[in-house]
């Protein structure tokens, strides 16, 4: 079975310093790797994912995610933080033989300090 | 153009009655899933279609639960019997539904938003 796990619910950084989400699998199979972001009271927005290829992946807002398969990691990484990235973030990895469902981490709140 | 979109936004329900949810998926996507958040236990996988078949029902709850899609469009979720433990938010989101549906972009709506009183 897979899973996902994120290190952390909670994470606070201020305006301009590094952001870093964290997020590790489980999988048997080649993993599919996905980051969404929510913000207050709206749906998922994808910001990447990784299928197969280049291990860096670039995503929207200046974010970006490397899938380490040594690592079983899929850690999620920002240079300069912006208060508008204030959200909640949520790695997530799909089931290759269940049309492809999401199987989510349990989240993680990035709040950005003035 | 449009995305996915839901209603209601909002419902509040008294415990024993029952309550559908409809979910309108971007035009053209083959494929359809439903997801409960909760504060307990986070996103969930409901069920899944394609086309008008449910393939994947395995995240279902109890038998209380149901969903059906009509015309490879809307979908509607069914709770029966409604109980505390199922006030939640529930996300609706639709894919392209490729052969290699694992690697599609899900695109989700703004979720309806149910308590159960």
């Known amino acids: 079975a897979q899973s996902v796990t994120q290190l952390g619910s909670h994470v606070s950084v201020s305006e301009g310093a590094l952001v870093l989400l964290r997020c590790n699998y489980s999988s048997s199979v080649p993993p599919y790797l996905f980051w969404y972001v929510q913000y207050p009271n709206q749906g998922l927005q994808l910001l990447l994912k990784?299928?197969?290829?280049?291990?860096l992946v670039k995503g929207i807002n200046g974010f970006e995610a490397e899938f380490k398969k040594s690592e079983t990691s899929f850690h999620l990484t920002k240079p300069s933080a912006h208060m508008s990235d204030a959200a909640e973030y949520f790695c997530?990895?799909?089931?290759?033989?269940?049309?492809?469902?999401?199987?989510f981490g349990q989240g993680t709140e990035l709040s950005v300090k003035p | 153009g449009a995305g996915v979109s839901q209603s209601p936004s909002n419902k509040v329900t008294e415990k024993g009655k029952d309550v559908e949810l409809r979910c309108d998926p971007i035009?053209?996507?083959?494929?359809l899933y439903w997801y409960r958040q909760s504060l307990g236990q986070g996103l969930e996988f409901l069920i899944y279609?394609?086309?008008?078949?449910?393939?994947?029902k395995s995240g279902l709850p109890s038998d209380r639960f149901s969903a059906e899609r009509t015309g490879g469009s809307v979908s509607t979720l069914t709770i029966q019997r409604t109980q505390q433990e199922d006030s939640a938010v529930y996300l609706c989101?639709?894919?392209?539904?490729?052969?290699?549906?694992?690697?599609?972009?899900?695109?989700f709506g703004p979720g309806t938003r149910l308590t159960v009183l």
């Open positions: 035009s053209g996507h083959t494929a």
């Open positions: 279609f394609q086309g008008n078949s449910a393939p994947d």
């Open positions: 997530a990895v799909s089931d290759h033989n269940q049309g492809g469902k999401l199987i």
């Open positions: 989101a639709s894919s392209w539904g490729r052969a290699s549906g694992a690697t599609d972009t899900q695109y």
């Open positions: 990784y299928t197969t290829g280049a291990t």
